[in-house]
């Protein structure tokens, strides 16, 4: 945060300088040309002492090619393999020792998902988000879209360093080259957050630049912020028509009516014609960005200008005194001595995660709840238009309500913290799905 807070001062302090030359554009100044930057760079980090950098991008996709020069982060990325099971997050379970990990199964758990996602692949398969680790192999294994001579390299796009490299090798054409043509060994690393030849913090998806060139942020001024790295895949995408390139559906604005309102422009890949229905209906994917730091309510830790990282990458110093951040991105509540207590100090450990916990189990309630009242919903809905019972415009007004209900209610339902990210707007908008759900059984009571 202090970094954060040096950088604004810096900014601000050269806009300053800039408007107080305004009345005297002519006069010469020596001072010195600033350098020009590099696309993707981050403005605050420093090189590392004593990396001699990669060669290649190729190189540098190995994560395990680091771990010599920095050991520290290697280890704690290697510890995303480690399955953390809290109250309403965390990657899944692990028994004991031995034996198999469990994978939580959403279809199983959430039964009015496969009614919800009818006739979209994610209606075939859908487990509970884990480490970082697990990224390439549970991309490989899903069940959505099984046949790969169906599947774009698209669907790599956040699972793997060596998208950084392929990027690189063929541009944009990358996005729908076969999958099997691109899968390989990396999963996500080093590489997908840091420049090969100085280890600065980088973002590396340039999908990012032009979601950001939209400047359509009210609350935060991202520039130079480490969780950029963590927009590039914690935020809801879709694929370009064409090149099936992921686009961040931020052009109007990053809340969720913003990003209604940018679906309803153009018809997106993740939109498919309702099973049951016949709305046309969008898959939202797990929108972390935007929700923590946008919306009607921003969320106070956001405005206190917490970041990502400032919660899931707490400081830790090594047996020499070296300061470095902890690179196993988890749930927080598992350390939160080191990611919430310098602030909640009076509260201690256990209250703290209670008082969290308490927050998310009233989202967690209330998502559930909606999404089964969705699902009665489009059940009634369905009946009707098998019927014949529904007038045409009748049954294309059920339909608006069913598409903006869904869009509602999936934007927090798939948001990966049961709430914690932004509580108020999680109430919010859910309300607002149950309020459309309401008036849509009205109509087909
Ligand atoms: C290149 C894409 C990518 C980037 C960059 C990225 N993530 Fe992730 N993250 C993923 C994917 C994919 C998963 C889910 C993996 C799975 O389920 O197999 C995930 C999962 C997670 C999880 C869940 C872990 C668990 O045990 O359930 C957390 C927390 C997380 N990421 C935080 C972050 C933070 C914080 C950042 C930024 C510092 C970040 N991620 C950057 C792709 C990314
Ligand atoms: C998801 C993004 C992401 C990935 C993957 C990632 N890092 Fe980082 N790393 C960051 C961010 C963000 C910071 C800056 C944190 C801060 O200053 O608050 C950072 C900081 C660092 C630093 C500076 C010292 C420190 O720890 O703060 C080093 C060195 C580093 N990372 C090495 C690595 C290595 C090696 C790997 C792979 C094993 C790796 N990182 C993977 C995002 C990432
Ligand atoms: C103020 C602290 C804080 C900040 C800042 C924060 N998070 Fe979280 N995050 C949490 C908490 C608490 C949870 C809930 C964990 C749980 O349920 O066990 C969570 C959950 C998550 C999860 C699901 C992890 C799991 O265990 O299932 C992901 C992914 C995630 N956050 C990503 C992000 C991203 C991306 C950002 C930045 C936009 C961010 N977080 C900012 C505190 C924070
Ligand atoms: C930079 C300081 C800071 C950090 C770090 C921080 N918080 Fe907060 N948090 C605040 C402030 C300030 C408030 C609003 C005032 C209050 O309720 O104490 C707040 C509010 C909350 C609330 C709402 C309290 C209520 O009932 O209204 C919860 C719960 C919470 N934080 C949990 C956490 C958790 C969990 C973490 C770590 C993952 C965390 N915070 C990290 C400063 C912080």
């Known amino acids: 945060m202090k970094k954060v807070i040096l950088f604004s001062v810096t900014v601000c302090m050269t806009l300053f300088l800039i408007f107080s030359c305004g009345g005297d554009a002519d006069r010469e100044t020596d001072a010195p040309e600033p350098a020009p930057e590099k696309k993707g760079e981050i403005a605050e980090t420093e090189a590392a002492d004593g990396f001699p950098g990669f060669e290649t991008l190729a190189e540098a996709a190995d994560s395990e090619a680091w771990a010599e020069y920095f050991p520290n982060e290697f280890e704690y990325w290697e510890a995303t393999e480690e399955m953390r099971m809290t109250t309403y997050g965390g990657g899944g379970r692990r028994e ?257 995660i209670k008082k969290a916990e308490s927050i998310q189990g009233k989202v967690y309630a209330k998502q559930n709840r909606i999404g089964a009242e969705l699902a009665e919903f489009i059940l009634a809905l369905g009946e009707k238009k098998k019927n014949g019972a529904i007038p045409e415009d009748e049954l294309e007004k059920a339909r608006k309500i069913h598409r903006e209900a869904q869009f509602y209610w999936d934007f927090i339902w798939v948001e990966n913290s049961n709430g914690f990210h932004n509580w108020q707007e999680a109430h919010r908008v859910l309300d607002n799905a149950e309020a459309l759900i309401k008036e849509g059984m009205e109509m087909v009571k």
């Open 96 to 352: 004991a020792e031995g034996m198999d990990i469990e994978k939580m199964d959403y279809l199983e758990m959430y039964p009015f998902l496969k009614i919800n996602y009818a006739g979209f692949p994610f209606s075939k398969g859908y487990y509970r988000s884990r480490g970082h680790i697990y990224a390439l192999t549970d991309v490989i294994d899903t069940e959505r879209i099984p046949d790969w001579d169906q599947r774009p390299a698209a669907c790599m796009s956040c699972k793997s360093t060596d998208v950084v490299v392929l990027i690189d090798k063929h541009s944009d054409d990358f996005f729908g080259m076969p999958f099997a043509e691109v899968v390989g060994k990396n999963t996500v690393g080093c590489l997908d957050c840091h420049d090969h030849r100085d280890a600065s913090v980088k973002v590396q998806r340039e999908w990012l630049f032009e979601a950001l060139a939209h400047e359509s942020f009210r609350n935060i001024k991202p520039e130079g912020r480490n969780d950029l790295t963590c927009a590039q895949c914690h935020v809801n995408y879709y694929f370009h028509e064409e090149t099936r390139k992921p686009v961040l559906p931020w052009s109007t604005g990053l809340s969720v009516e913003d990003q209604l309102e940018d679906y309803s422009a153009a018809r997106r890949s993740d939109e498919w014609e309702h099973e049951i229905t016949g709305a046309l209906v969008a898959k939202i994917q797990h929108p972390e960005y935007e929700l923590f730091h946008e919306g009607k309510n921003i969320n106070i830790h956001s405005r206190l200008g917490l970041g990502c990282t400032d919660c899931h990458m707490p400081e830790k110093t090594d047996a020499e005194g070296h300061t470095y951040n902890a690179h196993t991105w988890t749930s927080p509540l598992v350390h939160v001595e080191e990611s919430c207590l310098r602030c909640h100090g009076s509260w201690g450990e256990e209250a703290t």
